[in-house]
């Protein structure tokens, strides 16, 4: 077992542990000792905290031995995207901007996990600021990581050392943030579960912001059970976040067991079919995964969506640049000279972008929203395609490009709407094909409900990077 221990999910560790069979001591040296074996090949990480992981666990272990288990995440090991403020550690947010920021502060959710006994392994591999249009971006200060599936393949973004450290087994799992898809980008291209709420669910205080009111946090793991652990942790108001409801926080797993038998499951196949040709492969993907899910009992609805893919895509871009600008405009003037060229031109970007185009935007936006949710709404979830194109390789830009701005994730977060991609398979060349399940607000019971019975019908999470 001991050989494997690095490829335990959360909810597998969190039994053993529970249990005694399984110390926190040595679950962290295995994830310490995976690192110093691979993550110079894959670069998940930016910053790792050895010693800070070790005494965490010796804590835990004598917590556990004293009788005091805080739950499911108490001993478990997880990486942070490396744009989450963590007290005393460093957070780069890869910029030369912040090689040497120590934040006074934690972020709401770091703070969130290590309450509930994580433990936190290092910070972790991403495009600066979460900025990127999918090219290998040669300038910033960090090899960027790479996908474990095959090296030479991109392994997506912004929050591209979490999908890369889950799949390859440097942690168990991670978070990240999603402001057009960069959870869901990396998971679809590592092959994960990765799941970005319903906006306000999760709490970004303490998250450097890329755009206020597109920024979502996310998740990065192997299975839907472990997304819902680790949001069950993660949910609930914050004060120091007032874009966070004030509502009661459910019990993310209770619906995981219960199956799709009943469910009306949406179908809004124009993504994929007639706003954007996506790949043979991944439309036949996707159409034997609906089969999947129509034997497990679900119903499905076709849904006609009176909105393209390129709106979303295109009011989103509007309202991302400006916002970025907003956030980051007084070292643009003052230090452009250390930013990478992807967000320096981003930026310059937002500069001709005038008041009166972002306010219709942001107006188009809530169109957008509405009509969007009066179609989700008529059923209990929807499935949908994630990415387009398969998984290309690291010297193809225009592919790579192709791959993130020309992607399904954007949608879910002009809409605000929950969203989860898992894997349905394997392309030819061995790389994973994904799909999404999107829910009504404020229910991602029933999305991780959907998720989890696909995930338990098929073979995929018994396949493993060779990495």
Same mark, same amino acid.
């Given at each position: 077992?001991? %050989?494997? @221990?690095?490829?335990?999910?959360?909810?597998?560790?969190?039994?053993?542990?529970?249990?005694?069979?399984?110390?926190?001591?040595?679950?962290?040296?295995?994830? *310490?000792?995976?690192?110093?074996?691979?993550?110079?090949?894959?670069?998940?990480?930016?910053?790792?905290?050895?010693?800070?992981?070790?005494?965490? #666990?010796?804590?835990?272990?004598?917590?556990?031995?004293?009788?005091?288990?805080?739950?499911?995440?108490?001993?478990?090991?997880?990486?942070?995207?490396?744009? $989450?403020?963590?007290?005393?550690?460093?957070?780069?947010? %890869?910029?030369? *901007?912040?090689?040497?920021?120590?934040?006074?502060?934690?972020?709401?959710?770091?703070?969130?996990?290590?309450?509930?006994? #994580?433990?936190?392994?290092?910070?972790? &591999?991403?495009?600066?600021?979460?900025?990127?249009?999918?090219?290998?971006?040669?300038?910033?200060?960090?090899?960027?990581?790479?996908?474990?599936?095959?090296?030479?393949?991109?392994?997506?973004?912004?929050?591209?050392?979490?999908?890369?450290?889950?799949?390859?087994?440097?942690?168990?799992?991670?978070?990240?943030?999603?402001?057009?898809?960069?959870?869901?980008? /990396?998971?679809?291209?590592?092959?994960?579960?990765? $799941?970005?709420?319903?906006?306000?669910?999760?709490?970004? %205080?303490?998250?450097?912001?890329?755009?206020?009111?597109?920024?979502?946090?996310?998740?990065?793991?192997?299975?839907?059970?472990?997304?819902?652990?680790?949001?069950? #942790?993660?949910?609930?108001?914050?004060?120091?976040?007032?874009?966070?409801?004030?509502?009661?926080? /459910?019990?993310?797993?209770?619906? @995981?067991?219960?199956?799709?038998?009943?469910?009306?499951?949406?179908?809004?196949?124009? $993504?994929?079919?007639?706003?954007? !040709?996506?790949?043979?492969?991944?439309?036949?993907?996707?159409?034997?995964?609906?089969?999947?899910?129509?034997?497990?009992?679900?119903?499905?609805?076709?849904? &006609?969506?009176?909105?393209? @893919?390129?709106?979303?895509?295109?009011?989103?871009?509007?309202?991302?640049?400006?916002?970025?600008?907003?956030?980051?405009?007084?070292?643009?003037?003052?230090?452009?000279?250390?930013?990478?060229?992807?967000?320096?031109?981003?930026?310059?970007?937002? *500069?001709?972008?005038?008041?009166?185009?972002? @306010?219709?935007?942001?107006?188009?936006?809530?169109?957008?929203?509405?009509?969007?949710?009066?179609?989700?709404?008529?059923?209990? #979830?929807?499935?949908?395609?994630?990415?387009?194109?398969?998984?290309?390789?690291?010297?193809?830009?225009?592919?790579?490009?192709?791959?993130?701005?020309?992607?399904?994730?954007?949608?879910?977060?002009?809409?605000?709407?929950? !969203?989860?991609?898992?894997?349905?398979? $394997?392309?030819?060349?061995?790389?994973?094909?994904?799909?999404?399940?999107?829910?009504?607000?404020?229910?991602?019971?029933?999305?991780?409900?959907?998720?989890?019975?696909?995930?338990? !019908?098929?073979?995929?999470?018994?396949?493993? /990077?060779?990495?």
């Amino acid at each position: 077992m001991k %050989a494997a @221990l690095y490829h335990l999910t959360i909810g597998e560790a969190a039994r053993l542990i529970a249990t005694r069979e399984l110390s926190p001591v040595e679950l962290v040296e295995v994830f *310490l000792a995976r690192i110093a074996t691979v993550d110079e090949q894959i670069r998940s990480y930016i910053t790792v905290v050895a010693e800070e992981a070790r005494a965490a #666990a010796r804590v835990a272990e004598k917590e556990i031995m004293a009788g005091r288990h805080r739950g499911p995440l108490h001993g478990i090991p997880y990486g942070l995207k490396d744009n $989450f403020n963590t007290k005393g550690i460093r957070t780069t947010a %890869a910029s030369r *901007l912040m090689l040497d920021f120590v934040p006074d502060e934690d972020a709401t959710l770091y703070a969130r996990l290590r309450s509930a006994g #994580a433990i936190l392994l290092g910070k972790l &591999n991403t495009w600066e600021f979460g900025t990127g249009t999918g090219e290998i971006q040669s300038d910033l200060p960090f090899p960027l990581a790479r996908n474990p599936w095959d090296t030479n393949r991109f392994s997506g973004g912004s929050s591209t050392g979490p999908g890369v450290a889950v799949a390859a087994g440097t942690a168990i799992a991670a978070l990240g943030s999603d402001t057009g898809g960069s959870v869901r980008i /990396p998971a679809a291209a590592c092959g994960l579960v990765g $799941f970005k709420p319903t906006y306000g669910r999760l709490s970004r %205080a303490g998250i450097l912001p890329n755009s206020f009111s597109l920024d979502h946090p996310g998740t990065l793991t192997w299975t839907a059970e472990d997304a819902a652990i680790l949001i069950q #942790a993660l949910a609930g108001h914050d004060l120091s976040d007032p874009s966070t409801v004030d509502r009661p926080v /459910p019990d993310f797993a209770s619906d @995981l067991g219960r199956g799709v038998k009943g469910l009306r499951l949406g179908v809004i196949r124009r $993504f994929h079919l007639n706003d954007v !040709a996506a790949a043979r492969e991944i439309v036949a993907a996707i159409d034997t995964a609906l089969s999947v899910l129509v034997d497990l009992g679900a119903e499905l609805v076709e849904l &006609n969506l009176p909105v393209a @893919l390129q709106d979303y895509r295109l009011c989103t871009r509007i309202i991302g640049t400006v916002e970025a600008l907003s956030v980051h405009e007084d070292d643009f003037m003052e230090r452009r000279a250390l930013m990478g060229r992807a967000l320096s031109d981003k930026l310059m970007g937002g *500069l001709f972008i005038r008041g009166a185009d972002y @306010l219709k935007a942001v107006r188009w936006r809530r169109e957008l929203a509405q009509k969007t949710d009066d179609v989700i709404a008529s059923c209990d #979830a929807v499935v949908c395609a994630g990415t387009l194109r398969l998984t290309p390789s690291v010297d193809d830009v225009a592919g790579m490009k192709d791959y993130v701005m020309g992607s399904a994730m954007h949608v879910f977060n002009a809409t605000g709407h929950p !969203a989860l991609v898992q894997c349905i398979g $394997f392309d030819s060349n061995g790389m994973p094909l994904t799909m999404q399940i999107i829910g009504r607000y404020f229910d991602e019971n029933t999305v991780l409900r959907v998720a989890a019975s696909y995930e338990a !019908a098929t073979p995929w999470r018994a396949c493993r /990077p060779r990495v």
